[in-house]
């Protein structure tokens, strides 16, 4: 099949950008899309121009690390699916499809489709973890948790840290991936000593990397991969409430 | 006494001031609609025997005003709606402010199908319910209550809704009400931490049929009184 690529193209974050057109025949429907990009890039290698450069690294939807918006859509048109999951047969013979990095105020571009989202990395280091050793997997299956908790903490415990719901959210709240994280301790029995102090914690870094604030318009939770609910972003509120008014300072 | 200023900073501290002046507002909504739904009572239920004998619907509504300027407890959540209102304003300003910050580049192609356009334009409808507000009370509050010239509130407000773009302007305000107050309760309850499934379930229908109620009554007074 036949695609015509619209591709941002940026030397680093202080230089301008600019969308650069580029066509490709010969692909195989079975291709994932950056397959595609790897084979625009063998060309452009042959050529002797600098290469497309974008984010990824699984390749098989687990890590997070591909990015990309595909005409508008985070990781393209198949909602709930990361980039690298995402294949040509979903897109029709000679389109034209216009690619462009994540964007937002706390994911700067680095060069071309890549962004810097460690804002995200830093939001866990605030408060995404538990400082007590649970030793090893004797041990955390003698701790015990409810079948239904330990569903919904694991549901939580998905989110692969991509920023899809950033990269679509009007306001670049991240608030659905914070959610993610504050919901999977905040349900477990290791989560709850440092509780209140995380979900305040990792809601202030939040802030403070640039994120904006949520309005629920809930269009995270349909492109977000591993299909993070909407409603965790209540909880995490509720818990951000219960914690600001029970801490002690 | 740092981090209880929590509850009304930071991106979620916000929202919370922001869900609690919005319900509030639209409690007093209700309210307001009750009153003014004396404007559309058909002539022939009057005289009201078992209610201090009202003669007639004009009476009746300027009694029903006159009660609401001299009653003390009214003035206070009077004062405390006003309150409400501008701490929705500044903090909605306040958000959509930061909230632009925190937007990168703009995107070549964007995609609204994922969202509501009643969820993404908020702030729109809010700034249109805004001017109206601000229209409404210049041409009944501040008349009425404040400068006092118009003593008869009945008369005012029926010559206003014989205008017939005063009619249109009425309903534009209205519809966007609709609009805020579908969203509006749902996101609030979302902003409070209300998180249980089905709880959230029913306030999404709640939301959207008590928004659509509330539209509606208020949008039928000024037609009715077009054509009385
Ligand atoms: C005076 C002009 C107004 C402006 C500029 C305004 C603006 C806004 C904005 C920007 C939001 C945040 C968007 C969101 O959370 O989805 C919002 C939310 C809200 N508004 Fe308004 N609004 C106004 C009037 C009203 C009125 C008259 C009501 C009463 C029906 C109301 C009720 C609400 C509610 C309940 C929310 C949800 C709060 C939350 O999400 O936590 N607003 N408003
Ligand atoms: S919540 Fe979903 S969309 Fe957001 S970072 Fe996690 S996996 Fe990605
Ligand atoms: S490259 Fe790992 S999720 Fe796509």
Same mark, same amino acid.
């Given at each position: 099949?036949?695609?015509?690529?619209?591709?941002?193209?940026?030397? &680093?974050?202080?230089?301008?950008?600019?969308? $650069?057109?580029?066509?490709?025949?010969?692909?195989?429907?079975?291709?994932?899309?950056?397959?595609?990009?790897? +084979?625009?890039?063998?060309?452009?290698?042959?050529?002797?121009?600098?290469? $497309?450069?974008?984010?990824?690294?699984?390749?098989?939807?687990?890590?997070?690390?591909?990015?990309?918006?595909?005409?508008?859509?985070?990781?393209?048109?198949?909602?709930?699916?990361?980039?690298?999951?995402?294949?040509? #047969?979903?897109?029709?013979?000679?389109?034209?499809?216009?690619?462009?990095?994540?964007?937002?105020? !706390?994911?700067? +571009?680095?060069?071309?489709?890549?962004?810097?989202?460690?804002?995200?990395?830093?939001?866990?280091?605030?408060?995404?973890?538990?400082?007590?050793?649970?030793?090893?997997?004797?041990?955390? &299956?003698?701790?015990?948790?409810?079948?239904?908790? !330990?569903?919904?903490?694991?549901?939580?415990?998905?989110?692969?840290?991509?920023?899809?719901?950033?990269?679509?959210?009007?306001?670049?709240? /991240?608030?659905?991936?914070?959610? /993610?994280?504050?919901?999977?301790?905040?349900?477990?029995?290791?989560?709850?000593?440092?509780?209140?102090? #995380?979900?305040? /914690?990792?809601?202030?870094?939040?802030?403070?990397?640039?994120?904006?604030?949520?309005?629920?318009?809930?269009?995270?939770?349909? $492109?977000?991969?591993?299909?993070?609910?909407?409603?965790?972003?209540?909880?995490? &509120?509720?818990?951000?409430?219960?914690? $600001?008014?029970?801490?002690?300072? | 006494?740092?981090?209880?200023?929590?509850?009304?900073?930071?991106?979620?501290?916000?929202?919370?001031?922001?869900?609690?002046?919005?319900?509030?507002?639209?409690?007093?909504?209700?309210?307001?609609?009750?009153?003014?739904?004396?404007?559309?009572?058909?002539?022939?239920?009057?005289?009201?025997?078992?209610?201090?004998?009202?003669?007639?619907?004009?009476?009746?509504?300027?009694?029903?005003?006159?009660?609401?300027?001299?009653? *003390?407890?009214?003035? =206070?959540?009077?004062?405390?709606?006003?309150?409400?209102?501008?701490?929705?304003?500044?903090?909605?300003?306040?958000?959509?402010?930061?909230? *632009?910050?925190?937007?990168?580049?703009?995107?070549?192609?964007?995609?609204?199908?994922?969202?509501? *356009?009643?969820?993404?334009?908020?702030?729109?409808?809010?700034?249109?319910?805004?001017?109206?507000?601000?229209?409404?009370?210049? @041409?009944? *509050?501040? @008349?009425?209550?404040?400068?006092?010239?118009?003593?008869?509130?009945?008369?005012?407000?029926?010559?206003?809704?014989?205008?017939?773009?005063?009619?249109?302007?009425?309903?534009?305000? =209205?519809?966007?009400?609709?609009?805020?107050?579908?969203?509006?309760?749902?996101?609030?309850?979302?902003?409070?931490?209300?998180?249980?499934?089905?709880?959230?379930?029913?306030?999404?229908? =709640?939301?959207?049929?008590?928004?659509?109620?509330?539209?509606?009554?208020?949008? =039928?007074?000024?037609?009715?009184?077009?054509?009385?």
């Amino acid at each position: 099949m036949k695609l015509t690529l619209k591709i941002w193209r940026q030397d &680093n974050a202080k230089t301008k950008g600019k969308l $650069v057109s580029y066509d490709l025949s010969d692909l195989s429907s079975d291709m994932s899309f950056l397959e595609m990009l790897d +084979v625009l890039n063998e060309q452009l290698a042959v050529k002797g121009e600098r290469v $497309v450069e974008f984010d990824h690294d699984c390749r098989e939807g687990i890590c997070g690390q591909c990015s990309l918006v595909i005409n508008g859509q985070a990781h393209g048109p198949e909602g709930h699916y990361t980039t690298c999951q995402t294949h040509l #047969r979903s897109f029709k013979d000679g389109e034209t499809l216009y690619v462009e990095p994540f964007r937002a105020n !706390a994911f700067p +571009v680095i060069r071309d489709l890549k962004v810097d989202r460690t804002s995200m990395d830093r939001i866990i280091q605030s408060g995404g973890y538990i400082s007590s050793f649970t030793g090893m997997a004797p041990e955390a &299956n003698s701790t015990p948790i409810h079948h239904d908790i !330990a569903e919904s903490a694991f549901d939580s415990a998905a989110c692969i840290g991509c920023g899809a719901c950033v990269a679509t959210c009007k306001n670049s709240s /991240a608030a659905l991936f914070v959610s /993610a994280k504050v919901g999977h301790l905040a349900k477990l029995p290791q989560g709850q000593v440092e509780r209140m102090e #995380r979900v305040i /914690a990792m809601v202030t870094t939040h802030d403070d990397e640039g994120f904006g604030s949520c309005t629920h318009t809930g269009a995270c939770a349909m $492109v977000c991969p591993q299909e993070v609910q909407l409603l965790d972003i209540a909880r995490m &509120n509720f818990e951000y409430n219960r914690a $600001v008014c029970l801490v002690k300072d | 006494m740092a981090i209880k200023k929590g509850l009304f900073k930071t991106s979620v501290g916000r929202k919370n001031l922001m869900a609690v002046t919005g319900l509030f507002i639209v409690f007093f909504l209700i309210i307001h609609l009750i009153g003014n739904l004396i404007l559309i009572i058909p002539d022939s239920f009057f005289p009201i025997e078992f209610w201090n004998n009202v003669a007639n619907q004009h009476d009746m509504y300027n009694a029903y005003s006159h009660f609401l300027v001299h009653f *003390w407890p009214i003035t =206070i959540v009077a004062w405390v709606l006003y309150a409400a209102i501008a701490l929705h304003i500044i903090d909605a300003l306040l958000i959509t402010l930061n909230n *632009w910050k925190a937007k990168g580049e703009k995107y070549a192609v964007i995609d609204n199908s994922t969202s509501t *356009w009643i969820s993404r334009n908020m702030g729109l409808i809010g700034t249109i319910i805004g001017i109206f507000i601000v229209m409404h009370m210049v @041409q009944f *509050w501040l @008349q009425y209550k404040v400068l006092k010239i118009e003593h008869d509130l009945y008369n005012l407000v029926l010559e206003t809704f014989k205008i017939w773009w005063m009619v249109v302007i009425y309903e534009i305000g =209205i519809i966007a009400l609709g609009f805020h107050i579908v969203h509006g309760i749902e996101s609030a309850h979302r902003s409070l931490g209300i998180y249980p499934k089905k709880i959230m379930h029913i306030i999404k229908y =709640i939301a959207l049929y008590f928004g659509l109620v509330m539209a509606l009554l208020y949008a =039928i007074i000024p037609i009715i009184l077009y054509f009385k």
